[in-house]
Structures are given as C-alpha cells and as structure tokens.
C-alpha cells in the first residue's frame, strides 16, 4: 500500500474515529439482543489478567459456551471505541455451531499506549496480548485461568480448552489480531501450530504505525487460512484500509468476500447499538446473515482441515450469493 493511499486512509479513519469519541457518552445502550443467545450457547461474564507497562489489567472478558465439546477456540476481538458486548450476537453463532469463544474488552484509549488501536505505539502490549495465546496451555497462566474461572461458572468441568485456535478481529481489533498472529509466529511457534485461521471483519488500519503491514506481510508465506468479510470502501472503514492492505500483501486467489452494501457495522449484527449505526449505517439482515453464515462456516474448516466446497468460489451456496450481488470475491494483487 503506497504511502499517499495509506496517509488518506488514515485521515478518513481519524474523522470517523473522532466522532466516534465525541458521540461515545451520549448514544444508546446496545440492543439487547446482545444476550438472547441460541438455544445451548451459555454465557460466562469475567475478567482475564492482561500485562501493560508495568501494570496488569483486569480486563472483562465474555466466554461462550458450546453445548458438547468445543471444536476450536473463537478470539473474537471487537474494535475502537467498542467493547466485547457489541459481538454478542456472532460470538453466540460461534458457540452454536461448536465453538468456545473468548471474547475480551481490550481498551481504546490509555496512558500507557495498552490499546486495541495503535494510537502512538500499542505493539507491546499486543505483544503481552500474544502473550495470552503463547502460553495458553500453562494451566497456571493467564487465558487458562480465566477459562477455568469461566468453565466453573458455567457448569462445564468437563470442557478442555481447545487445541486449535482461530482469532477473528473487527475493524482495529482486526489489525490486533493479524498482529498476535505473527507475534505467535516469531516468538510462540508452538502455539502459532494451534493456530488454524485468521478471519479480519471489515478491518482497519490504525492511525499510526505498519502493524497491519507488517503482519501480513509475515503471514503472507505460512499455510495460514487468512480471509476477510468487508463492506465497500468509505469513511467508515477507512476507505477499506484494512481489505486493500491484505489483498496488496498476500497473493493468493482467494481472500473472502466484500458484502457489496455492507456496513461497518455488520459483524455486530444484533449487538450492534446506534454508536455504530448513526455514523456507519444500520446494517442489513441479509448482509449480516452472509457474513455469520461464511465467518462460521470458514472457522469449522479452518479447524477441521476441511473445504466445504459449497461456500466457496464455484460452490452453491457462495454462486448464489455472487449471482444474487450480495458479495464480490477478494484475491490478492
């Protein structure tokens, strides 16, 4: 991505992200089909301890249940100004289709630069959020900690965290999470095997800094399943700062889809509230229907070593909605 586009990007983004602040306190709770979750989802409300300069912050953090054995691991991260509560509705069809999903409030604004958007220099405390994952099978760490706290609550003893991990980010919380990605591949190469797929929700280059960039770029050559379900450039996401930079630095033939009329708002889908909605637009049922229908179903493969071929290039399901307009493919340049 040129350094002309890039810096317009960024300009886009700081507007959309000012008034953003600026709305913040004065706007709706979100819906509260936030909690009406599927039929044999359980939700665990929690904290999981997360480093910051010389501090650990006690960050809430949402757990959803599976109603039999987990098939992989859901990070399911939220993006800026936003809180774990806004992806409610995907995290619940997630757990519905076999999934255990952490769901962490990681903060947008602090002191000492610990947030989900590098707003000066967040990549050490991304780092400590890799740290999470890198030593997640240390039953006495950080994310195993919360996990047993959170299985306790919900009755589940019998559940072990999953083997297989996929991390899906929204807006910045997708550049947080291409970021951990490669931050297990250079430093946790152990848990960077559990890693089975990368899904970036609209994502969005942050203000400042290559994290996005250079994250991609380290991925680009491992046989990690990365997609992306966009909406279509605007000042929302960006002008689709996040899409462009993976479909620039990773050439493979498929990369996901664009929802043609999509919103930034879409993967919030019911959990979305009018802070989103007044300033990105109100999503739209069957755009919202799309993207939880392929981010779910992309998961189960990523973490099966399958390739259900019908919501894919060719297939009957992605043909369909191709037909119909409702997506456009992404590939890499």
């Given at each position: 991505m040129n350094i002309t586009a890039?810096?317009?990007t960024r300009v886009l983004h700081t507007v959309t992200a000012a008034a953003v602040a600026a709305t913040a306190g004065v706007l709706a709770a979100p819906h509260a089909a936030a909690d009406d979750l599927p039929p044999g989802v359980t939700k665990?409300?929690?904290?999981v301890d997360v480093r910051c300069a010389a501090f650990v912050y006690h960050r809430s953090s949402d757990w959803y249940f599976p109603?039999?054995?987990a098939k992989g691991l859901v990070w399911l991260q939220h993006g800026f100004s936003r809180s774990n509560g806004q992806l409610g509705d995907l995290a619940g069809r997630y757990a519905a289709a076999g999934f255990l999903v952490f769901a962490p409030t990681l903060p947008s604004a602090d002191l000492f630069?610990?947030?989900?958007?590098?707003?000066g220099n967040n990549t050490a405390f991304l780092d400590h959020v890799a740290d999470l994952f890198g030593k997640a099978s240390d039953p006495a760490d950080k994310l195993a900690r919360s996990f047993a706290d959170a299985r306790t609550r919900a009755g589940r003893p019998d559940l072990a965290l999953p083997e297989g991990f996929v991390f899906a980010g929204h807006s910045a919380g997708g550049e947080a999470v291409a970021y951990t990605a490669n931050?297990?591949?250079?430093?946790?190469?152990?848990?960077f095997a559990r890693l089975r797929g990368l899904v970036l929700l609209d994502p969005v280059n942050s203000f400042t800094g290559l994290n996005m960039a250079n994250?991609?770029?380290?991925l680009a050559p491992t046989p990690l399943p990365m997609t992306a379900i966009s909406s279509p450039p605007y000042t929302a996401n960006g002008n689709a700062s996040g899409t462009v930079e993976l479909t620039t630095d990773?050439?493979?033939?498929?990369?996901g889809v664009r929802l043609t009329t999509g919103s930034h708002c879409d993967a919030e889908g019911g959990s979305t509230d009018s802070l989103c909605t007044l300033l990105n637009g109100t999503p739209q049922a069957r755009n919202v229907a799309t993207l939880q229908t392929l981010a779910v179903r992309w998961a189960l493969d990523d973490v099966d070593g399958t390739h259900t071929a019908s919501h894919y290039p060719g297939g009957s399901v992605y043909e369909a909605l191709r037909t119909d307009g409702v997506v456009q493919t992404l590939t890499g340049s």
């Amino acid at each position: 991505m040129n350094i002309t586009a890039r810096l317009r990007t960024r300009v886009l983004h700081t507007v959309t992200a000012a008034a953003v602040a600026a709305t913040a306190g004065v706007l709706a709770a979100p819906h509260a089909a936030a909690d009406d979750l599927p039929p044999g989802v359980t939700k665990v409300a929690n904290s999981v301890d997360v480093r910051c300069a010389a501090f650990v912050y006690h960050r809430s953090s949402d757990w959803y249940f599976p109603t039999g054995a987990a098939k992989g691991l859901v990070w399911l991260q939220h993006g800026f100004s936003r809180s774990n509560g806004q992806l409610g509705d995907l995290a619940g069809r997630y757990a519905a289709a076999g999934f255990l999903v952490f769901a962490p409030t990681l903060p947008s604004a602090d002191l000492f630069g610990c947030t989900v958007s590098n707003l000066g220099n967040n990549t050490a405390f991304l780092d400590h959020v890799a740290d999470l994952f890198g030593k997640a099978s240390d039953p006495a760490d950080k994310l195993a900690r919360s996990f047993a706290d959170a299985r306790t609550r919900a009755g589940r003893p019998d559940l072990a965290l999953p083997e297989g991990f996929v991390f899906a980010g929204h807006s910045a919380g997708g550049e947080a999470v291409a970021y951990t990605a490669n931050r297990l591949r250079t430093t946790y190469p152990a848990a960077f095997a559990r890693l089975r797929g990368l899904v970036l929700l609209d994502p969005v280059n942050s203000f400042t800094g290559l994290n996005m960039a250079n994250a991609l770029n380290g991925l680009a050559p491992t046989p990690l399943p990365m997609t992306a379900i966009s909406s279509p450039p605007y000042t929302a996401n960006g002008n689709a700062s996040g899409t462009v930079e993976l479909t620039t630095d990773v050439h493979r033939p498929f990369l996901g889809v664009r929802l043609t009329t999509g919103s930034h708002c879409d993967a919030e889908g019911g959990s979305t509230d009018s802070l989103c909605t007044l300033l990105n637009g109100t999503p739209q049922a069957r755009n919202v229907a799309t993207l939880q229908t392929l981010a779910v179903r992309w998961a189960l493969d990523d973490v099966d070593g399958t390739h259900t071929a019908s919501h894919y290039p060719g297939g009957s399901v992605y043909e369909a909605l191709r037909t119909d307009g409702v997506v456009q493919t992404l590939t890499g340049s």
